[in-house]
Structures are given as C-alpha cells and as structure tokens.
C-alpha cells in the first residue's frame, strides 16, 4: 500500500495549467516537509516545490511566480497548482514527505508533458 497517493497530470499545451494533488496516509508519522519534486528524461530529480509545517514554503526557481503550492495540515495533503505550463516542464512529478525523524517517503510518481 502506498503511503504517497498522486492525483492530477497528464498533456497540457504550452501555457496551460494543470493540477497535482497528493495525500499522505497516517502510516507516515510526523511529517516536516510534504511537496513535489521532478524528474525529466536524463536529467537528475529535483525539488519543484514543498511547504513544511510552519507553513514556509520552498520554490525552483524555475517555477516561482508560476506553480503555487497549498498544504492541507488537516487532510495531511499538498496540492501543486502549475500555471503557464511550458515545455521543460515536462517530466514524472513524484509526491515527497520527509519526516521529523529524517525518514523520506515518494509517491509513484505521475507523468506531465507539455506539447502542442
């Protein structure tokens, strides 16, 4: 059973907007960071965005003023609203928790490709 579950992606034209939408399960304990990062074809994966439980977000700077991320501490989910979409956005976007007690936790992953 997964302890990340993703939602959202799929084909987008450039300058559309799509939505991730991800919700850890209680087997996970103490969560600091919930978030997403990416991984394009040949390319290393990396942070996109995330929130920790003081509510301070992170952003790349490839997607700031773009992607907005939104935690739901109650429902223990994060939603990444992505806005002006372009092509190099395209890549497995992967759920990621990392916990008080260091241990880091990755959803399947889901597929996001901007093309015309």
């Known amino acids: 059973q997964a302890h990340l579950v993703e939602s959202g992606g799929g084909l987008v034209q450039p300058g559309g907007s799509l939505k991730l939408s991800c919700t850890a399960r209680p087997t996970i304990f103490a969560i600091y960071y919930l978030g997403w990062y990416r991984q394009a074809p040949g390319k290393q994966r990396e942070l996109v965005a995330r929130v920790g439980t003081d509510g301070v977000t992170d952003y790349a700077d490839a997607v700031k003023g773009r992607f907005t991320i939104f935690r739901d501490y109650s429902a223990n989910s994060v939603d990444l609203q992505m806005t002006n979409l372009r092509p190099e956005d395209t890549a497995v976007y992967y759920c990621?928790?990392?916990?008080?007690?260091?241990?880091?936790?990755w959803g399947q992953g889901t597929q996001v490709t901007v093309s015309s």
């Open positions: 990621h928790a990392h916990t008080s007690f260091n241990d880091q936790y």
